[in-house]
Antibody, heavy 120, light 106 residues
Framework: QVQLVESGGGLVKPGGSLRLSCAASGFTFSDYYMSWIRQAPGKGLEWVSYISSSGSTIYYADSVKGRFTISRDNAKNSLYLQMNSLRAEDTAVYYC?????????????WGKGTTVTVSS | DIQMTQSPSTLSASVGDRVTITCRAS??????LAWYQQKPGKAPKLLIY???SLESGVPSRFSGSGSGTEFTLTISSLQPDDFATYYCQQYNSLFTFGPGTKVDIK
């Protein structure tokens, strides 16, 4: 079945780095745009980054621009988020999500999320 | 940047009630609006896209309407499984989520 599984979350000190991964299965990963969305504890959803199917087009939220890098490996059916210079406010559950082909910009498949905690 | 607001922030309702949630955009987003449902500890689920198109598998008691800057999500007859938080999301210019509306039991 169609599935996204995130990994790589954990506890990291302020200023540290972490790389999140998202493994896709059950669909042709290389056909789909993908996003990372996060949710701080007890808060709402915040879009983080977006990458086109080929990886040629990338967008970031202002809150992470210059610190986070999204990438993908279509041969490995995987999406990544390299997070550098982490801050306490980056603490959140990070979800990867698939862009709906018939309605680009909406997310029709989500992973269960991976938790990132930034604390000293 | 486009800002999204939702009202109310919390809504208390009973099973069988008709429920309406409003989402407003700070500028026109045409019909580029989606609605999601999220339950505690779970990932969001897409309900509605392009303001009024029902996602496959979503019950027909959910409907969306609106265009420009004002949108609504309506649940025609609230069911026990519908108690959750609902988010709108614009995708006219990058992506922005609304702050959410929690629907709880009266």
């Amino acid at each position: 079945q169609v599935q996204l599984v995130e990994s790589g979350g954990g506890l990291v000190k302020p200023g540290g780095s972490l790389r999140l991964s998202c493994a896709a299965s059950g669909f042709t990963f290389s056909d789909y745009y993908m996003s990372w969305i996060r949710q701080a504890p007890g808060k709402g959803l915040e879009w983080v980054s977006y990458i086109s199917s080929s990886g040629s087009t990338i967008y970031y939220a202002d809150s992470v621009k210059g610190r986070f890098t999204i990438s993908r490996d279509n041969a490995k059916n995987s999406l990544y988020l390299q997070m550098n210079s982490l801050r306490a406010e980056d603490t959140a559950v990070y979800y990867c999500a698939r862009d709906k082909i018939a309605a680009q910009g909406t997310m029709d498949v989500w992973g269960k999320g991976t938790t990132v905690t930034v604390s000293s | 940047d486009i800002q999204m607001t939702q009202s109310p922030s919390t809504l208390s309702a009973s099973v069988g009630d008709r429920v309406t949630i409003t989402c407003r955009a700070s500028q026109s987003i045409s019909s580029w609006l989606a609605w999601y449902q999220q339950k505690p500890g779970k990932a969001p689920k897409l309900l509605i896209y392009k303001a009024s198109s029902l996602e496959s598998g979503v019950p027909s008691r959910f409907s969306g309407s609106g265009s420009g800057t004002e949108f609504t999500l309506t649940i025609s007859s609230l069911q026990p499984d519908d108690f959750a938080t609902y988010y709108c999301q614009q995708y006219n210019s990058l992506f922005t989520f609304g702050p959410g509306t929690k629907v709880d039991i009266k």
